[in-house]
Every structure is written in structure tokens, then in C-alpha cells.
């Protein structure tokens, strides 16, 4: 089955300690984005890469880092300059970024907790 | 500054009724707008979508409208039905040197009752 995965489900961790969080397609698409969701807030977008070896900031990439070394892998590292990390984390990937319509299909998510 | 909004954080409706799920925007260079679908601890699913040239678009029971006017667009949702409780959320697309980027709005947390 074509989709993403993402993984763990949920991850604890304490403050001061960085954090990578897994997302894997075999969608074969280029692009591959991530983005957080807030209790009342909208899914915000931390950091995308249209290609392999190649990314870029979002909307609030502070505090988190991302490496496209591969087609199929998106790794997000949260580091301890994140003020707020804890949030639910998704992953999503799509085939033509740079039309004005491209459906992105998204992971599950991973909730991730700081204390 | 939310470019997308979405002003009702919650919405009830009985089965069989019509659900109408709305979104405001401010910039008026969008031109693709999308609706998804999301249920607790999943990722969001796409739903239907319509472009600024369009003002209504359906598929099935969902149908999208898009007054650019008033930059408003609407999902209606007809006969709504208990799978149907999830959260929707709206999203624009705007070009952003050179890619299309998306921004979603806050969500609406619909319930439908049995």
C-alpha cells in the first residue's frame, strides 16, 4: 500500500533534549513538508523540500531542522531552542509543487510531549 | 496575521440535515482552495477542492463555493451523516517564489448527531 508513515505515534522527552521525528513515503513524490498543529490553531508549516538534497524555511522553522538526503525520507529534528515543542507533528508529501493545485497526503502524525 | 480563517470553531447539526462549514481570506491572490477532513490522531484527507475561477464545485454529497468578492468560500455538506464528525479545515493556495504553498485555517470541529 502507497502512503506515509509516520513514527513513533507519540514520543516523550525532556526538555533540553533534541528529538527526531520519522516520515517515510513511497508515494514517489518530490515535495515533502512538515507542519504543526496547535490546540485552535491551523496546521503551520515548519520546513518543505520540493527535491532531494534541497529544503526550505517555512512559516516557524526555529528550533527545528530537517535533512532531505533521500526521496523517500524527511527526518525532523526538534532541538532544545524549540521554545514550545510539544504539539502534534505531520508529515505530508505531494507530487507537483509548483502548480496551483497539488493534493498533499498526509501521515497520521506523531504527538510529541516536552516536559 | 491569519490570512485564512475559519470563525466558527465548532459546529452541531442533526443527521440528514445540511452541514455548512465556512472560510474567510484575506489575500486575494489565492487561486486554488481546498477543504480536508480530519479525524483525531490522523492526518487530514482531502476533501474537494475549487479554483478561483470556479464558483461552485460538487462531488457527492460535498459541495464548495467561492465567492471572490467577498473572498468567502463554504463547504455544504447534504445529507450530513455521523462519519461525517471530524474536523475540516480549509486551505489557500497562493504562489511563493515560484511554489505553491498552502495555509490552512484553524479548523471547524463539525459533530453530527444520530
Known amino acids: 500500500d502507497g502512503g506515509i508513515t509516520q513514527s513513533p505515534k507519540y514520543l516523550f522527552r525532556k526538555e533540553g533534549q533534541n528529538v527526531t521525528l520519522s516520515c517515510e513515503q513511497n508515494?514517489?513524490?518530490?515535495?515533502m513538508y512538515w507542519y504543526r498543529q496547535d490546540p485552535g490553531q491551523g496546521l503551520r508549516l515548519i520546513y518543505y523540500?520540493?527535491?532531494?538534497?534541497?529544503?526550505q524555511k517555512g512559516d516557524i522553522a526555529e528550533g527545528y531542522s530537517v535533512s532531505r538526503e533521500k526521496k523517500e525520507s524527511f527526518p525532523l529534528t526538534v532541538t532544545s531552542a524549540q521554545k514550545n515543542p510539544t504539539a502534534f507533528y505531520l508529515c505530508?508529501?505531494?507530487?507537483?509543487?509548483?502548480?496551483?493545485?497539488?493534493?498533499?497526503?498526509f501521515g497520521p502524525g506523531t504527538r510529541l510531549t516536552v516536559t | 496575521d491569519q490570512q485564512v480563517k475559519q470563525n466558527s470553531p465548532s459546529l452541531s447539526v442533526q443527521e440528514g440535515r445540511i452541514s455548512i462549514l465556512n472560510c474567510d481570506y484575506t489575500?486575494?491572490?489565492?487561486?486554488?482552495f481546498l477543504w480536508y477532513k480530519k479525524y483525531p490522531a490522523e492526518g487530514p484527507t482531502f476533501l474537494i477542492s475549487?479554483?478561483?475561477?470556479?464558483d461552485k464545485n460538487e462531488d457527492g454529497r460535498f459541495t464548495v463555493f467561492l465567492n471572490k468578492s467577498a473572498k468567502h468560500l463554504s463547504l455544504h455538506i447534504v445529507p450530513s451523516q455521523p462519519g461525517d464528525s471530524a474536523v475540516y479545515f480549509c486551505?489557500?493556495?497562493?504562489?511563493?517564489?515560484?511554489?505553491?504553498?498552502?495555509?490552512f485555517g484553524t479548523g471547524t470541529r463539525l459533530k453530527v448527531l444520530a
Open positions: 486551505a489557500a493556495s497562493a504562489d511563493t517564489s515560484g511554489t505553491y504553498k498552502y495555509i
Open positions: 523540500s520540493q527535491i532531494v538534497n534541497d529544503f
Open positions: 508515494l514517489n513524490h518530490d515535495a
Open positions: 505530508a508529501s505531494s507530487s507537483a509543487p509548483g502548480h496551483p493545485f497539488y493534493e498533499q497526503y
Open positions: 475549487i479554483s478561483s475561477i470556479k
Open positions: 489575500n486575494s491572490m489565492f487561486d486554488y
